[in-house]
């Protein structure tokens, strides 16, 4: 039902547009069936973690839908971001864009490494080389650039970049798994990419992530590191962790991959959708995936003119809280606005990142908007763009 006046919004004191609180996604989950059969078989085997017969089996999946030669499973992708950035035995300090969930630093320093901020292009959202060339300096040993949003980086553009330079290049790919890039799906980039399974991304194992190499004595340490319980041959290294994915994680993982393709499908109707009505919205804007042939539509991007539309981002995330509808600003305020980080954020120029931070919301997708939610959200945002002005003016009255 459409707002017909200011006080038919939620935020003004009338009645939410949907009934329970709508999360952003992705949230794809086995059907019960599938989910209870495949841990009666974990109890009747008694074997529930330690490189069980199940993550085996999902890494071999995983090399195979990935085309890549090694897929180390993981308990998330922080941990995994951590491990690579170990087993590649790096020093001084890493390239990392500003515009990213704040994992992707964290892992820097957690390594013992130093995060060199790089601004990111304003249209793609990715660091380019472009911008590397005026942060670089001769201490830093790898940059780690992020596939964002569905979309790609251009891997074979910073690759290039890299191994000119001989330094290390390691993805954050957490947002792009089952992405085509030239027609190839992404995983075999650079020295490692590393995916994550968490609920919110497109593939999950409700926790859980992998680290794709096609390099055998990187894997080889990566095995170690994570400690694999005689999966694969034992070679010395430095460090070592508990990165192991349990027999649970594999379960649930075995079974989404299966339906990976429908996931990602349903994805992209909803993103086509939002489209079609979002164009027509003045000072609203979705952003397309940058880089890709096959985007995983993980996330649908909007981008607010507050000067068009007539409320700023903020404000209109407000509303639509109000209203039940979980939007988000992922990254906002920015990693590099961290007080930790605030020393190595003044060492570069960072507009871009901060006008994205501030401009952009993501709106739900995946498996829990049915496309009635959906007409209800559209509508909403409609309704919203009509009122925007008093809406602006009343809030808060
Ligand atoms: C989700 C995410 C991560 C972290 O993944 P976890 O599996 O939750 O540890 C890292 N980088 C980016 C860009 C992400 O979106």
New binding site residues.
Partial sequence: MSKLNLHDFAIMGGQAALKSKLPVGQLYWPEWDEYVAGFKGIFDRDYFTNQGPLVQELELRLQDYLGVKHVICVV??????IMALEALGLKGKVVVPSF??I??VQ?ITWAGLTPVFCDVDPRTHSMTVEQIEKVIDPNVSAILP?N?WGGTCLPDVLEDYARKRNISILF?S??SFGVEYQGESVGGWGDAE?F???A??VFSTG???CIATNNDLLAKKLRNIRSSYGAGEPIEVIKTSNGRMSEAQACIGLLNLQRIDSYIQNNKKIFAKYNEIISKIKGLKIVEPSGVSHSNYQYVNLVVDEGKFGLSRDALMAVLAAENVDARR?FYPGVHNSNQYLEISKLADLRNTELLNNTLIQLPTGALVTPTLQDKICQLLIDISEFSVKLNAGRGA
């Fill in positions: 998330n992708a922080t941990v995994g971001l990213t969930f994992a992707s892992a992020v964002l954050d957490a947002h590393v994550s399974f968490h919110t991304k926790e859980g992530g992922y």
